[in-house]
């Protein structure tokens, strides 16, 4: 049995036609920019912006991405993306994201963030508050 998952944010979006493919559905690569746009959507939710987020003098990259498909999404399908945190590290913290159109479920992901000194893009622990607000994600 999977434990309970605490959402950090929700995203909807419209699928837009030029990001579909010869095919007529949402071309791969879209679905991770869908991904991104939501990550950002959660900065905002949890620190007020992304700059505010910066401000705290760290910033995290994508260090690892796996996406599975589950159903085609087409133009102008309506679309929500869910943002769940897994894992916290000492330098780096895991995400899950669930594309829904309605109940169906299109794609899955999983994303790895490492924290790092925007000055010197190296890796390094989040100030306090930082893990601090993501750590309350993870909290009953």
């Known amino acids: 049995m999977t434990e ?3 959402r950090v944010v929700e995203m909807p979006l419209r699928v837009r036609y030029h990001e579909c493919d010869g095919q007529g559905i949402v071309f791969n690569a879209h679905y991770l920019a869908y991904v991104d ?3 950002f959507e959660a900065e905002k939710a949890l620190f ?3 700059e505010e987020f910066l401000a705290h003098r760290t910033d995290v990259v994508v260090a690892e991405a796996n996406l599975k498909f589950r159903a085609p999404a087409r133009y102008d399908d309506e679309l929500v993306v869910s943002q769940y945190l897994t ?3 000492t330098t780096s913290l895991i995400f899950d994201f669930e594309i829904h159109r309605v109940e169906t479920l299109i794609a899955a992901a999983t ?7 925007p000055e010197t893009l190296r ?4 100030p306090d508050a930082v ?8 909290e009953d």
Do not use: E
């Open 87 to 89: 894992h916290l590290g």
């Open 131 to 138: 893990r601090k607000a993501y750590a309350a994600l993870l």
């Open 4 to 6: 309970p998952r605490r």
């Open 111 to 117: 994303l790895r963030y490492v924290f790092i000194d």
């Open 48 to 50: 007020g912006s992304h």
């Open 37 to 39: 746009m939501c990550s």
């Open 123 to 126: 890796p390094q622990a989040p």
